[in-house]
């Protein structure tokens, strides 16, 4: 089983500010690697697909980048709205697994 | 629109059963494989099961393996999964999730999975005495 480990586990951020999430895989997935935004009492959402693809509907501020075993989760100039945990999810081999979630909080 | 419908949850004893019934609408079913993922109270997200398009293939998390089956209807545009011998471990909110990638004829038997692109709102399934 493919484990990811994000780093931090919680942020508290001032609005405007940039957050960068990471999310290490425990073997190489090439860039089978998804972000999704989770708001309180809400499914989960797809914010970035296959490391760095963009996804119609979300902000241009949301963008992904890395390959093999390292991922970035990058927000440009944060916005209220923006708190929720963000999970990172490897689709690159049986059993599909998630990250643990980084929690952001506005300051 | 793409709606995905959980329902079925609700409290359940230790050692009982249960089953979750997402009921699917505004896509081709049975051109894309299904999945279930739960998330325990104040927790992360879980991988649980996955069938292929047509059915003939599915696959497990080790946590639920023969104790849980998914399962789906095509012609009632429906997926399921039946829980059995139930823990507290088990309890969760389970939401069903929409697998991207689309599938025909023979290719929907195979389970190849990618990103999911649509998520329920999720049904809650807690398991205490």
């Known amino acids: 089983e493919i484990v990811l480990t994000q780093s931090p586990d919680f942020q508290s951020v001032t609005p405007k500010e940039k957050v960068t999430i990471t999310c290490r895989a425990s073997q190489s997935i090439g860039s089978s690697l998804h972000w999704y935004q989770q708001k309180p009492d809400q499914s989960p959402k797809l914010l970035i697909k296959?490391?760095?693809q963009s996804i119609s509907g979300v902000p241009s501020r949301f963008s992904g980048s890395g390959s093999g075993t390292d991922f970035t989760l990058t927000i440009n100039s944060l916005e209220a709205e923006d708190a929720a945990t963000y999970y990172c999810?490897?689709?690159?081999?049986?059993?599909?697994?998630f990250g643990q979630g980084t929690k952001v909080e506005i300051k | 629109e793409v709606q995905l419908l959980e329902s079925g949850g609700g409290l359940v004893q230790p050692g009982g059963s249960l089953r979750l019934s997402c009921a699917a609408s505004?896509?081709?079913?049975?051109?894309?494989?299904m999945s279930w993922v739960r998330q325990a109270p104040g927790k992360g997200l879980e991988w649980v099961s996955a069938i292929s398009g047509s059915g003939g293939s599915t696959y497990y998390a080790d946590s639920v393996k023969g104790r849980f089956t998914i399962s789906r209807d095509n012609s009632k545009n429906t997926l399921y999964l039946q829980m059995n011998s139930l823990r507290a471990e088990d309890t969760a909110v389970y939401y069903c999730?929409?697998?991207?990638?689309?599938?025909?004829?023979?290719?929907?038997?195979?389970?190849?999975?990618?990103?999911?692109?649509?998520w329920g709102q999720g049904t809650l399934v807690t398991v205490s005495s």
């Open positions: 999810h490897q689709s690159s081999s049986l059993p599909q697994t």
């Open positions: 999730a929409k697998d991207r990638r689309y599938c025909s004829g023979g290719s929907c038997r195979a389970l190849n999975l990618d990103y999911f692109d649509y």
């Open positions: 296959y490391a760095s």
């Open positions: 505004g896509f081709t079913f049975s051109s894309y494989a």
